[in-house]
Nanobody, 125 residues
Framework: QVQLVESGGGLMQAGGSLRLSCAAS????????MAWYRQAPGKERELVAS???????EYAESVKGRFTISRDTAKNTVSLQMNSLKPEDTAVYYC???????????????????WGQGTQVTVAS
C-alpha cells in the first residue's frame, strides 16, 4: 500500500509565498506522474499543476507564472512553490500520484491514482 502525505499549507497574506510538499511512502511501487489539485468551497476540484514522465509539466492558466511544480523522482516527492498568492488561491490542496504497485513476488502490477489527505491554503486580502 502507498500513502501520500502533504505538508506546508497555512495562512498567508496576498502577495506572499507558500511551499507545499508531498511525499509518497510504501513498498514495491513506482510513480509515473504527480500533480497538485485544489478545491475551493462550493467549487469542483481542479488541476493546478502536474509533472509527468520526461519532466513534462502543465499548469492551470490561473497559476502560470506564479506556481512551480517540482518533483524528486529519487525521493518520491513533489512540491508546489506558490508565489504572488491571491485570495482566489484559497482552497484545500491535494497531492495526487499515478502509481504502479506490485505484489510481494513482483508479478502482478496494478496501476491506480492515489490521493493525499489535503492541506488548507488560505490567502487573506
Amino acid at each position: 500500500q502507498v500513502q501520500l502525505v502533504e505538508s506546508g499549507g497555512g495562512l498567508m497574506q496576498a502577495g506572499g509565498s507558500l511551499r507545499l510538499s508531498c511525499a509518497a511512502s510504501g513498498s514495491r511501487f513506482s510513480i509515473t506522474a504527480m500533480a497538485w489539485y485544489r478545491q475551493a468551497p462550493g467549487k469542483e476540484r481542479e488541476l493546478v499543476a502536474s509533472s509527468k514522465s520526461g519532466g513534462r509539466t502543465e499548469y492551470a492558466e490561473s497559476v502560470k507564472g506564479r506556481f512551480t511544480i517540482s518533483r524528486d523522482t529519487a525521493k518520491n516527492t513533489v512540491s508546489l512553490q506558490m508565489n504572488s498568492l491571491k485570495p482566489e488561491d484559497t482552497a484545500v490542496y491535494y497531492c495526487s500520484a499515478d502509481i504502479v504497485t506490485w505484489d510481494e513476488n513482483w508479478d502482478v502490477p496494478e496501476k491506480k491514482e492515489y490521493w493525499g489527505q489535503g492541506t488548507q491554503v488560505t490567502v487573506a486580502s
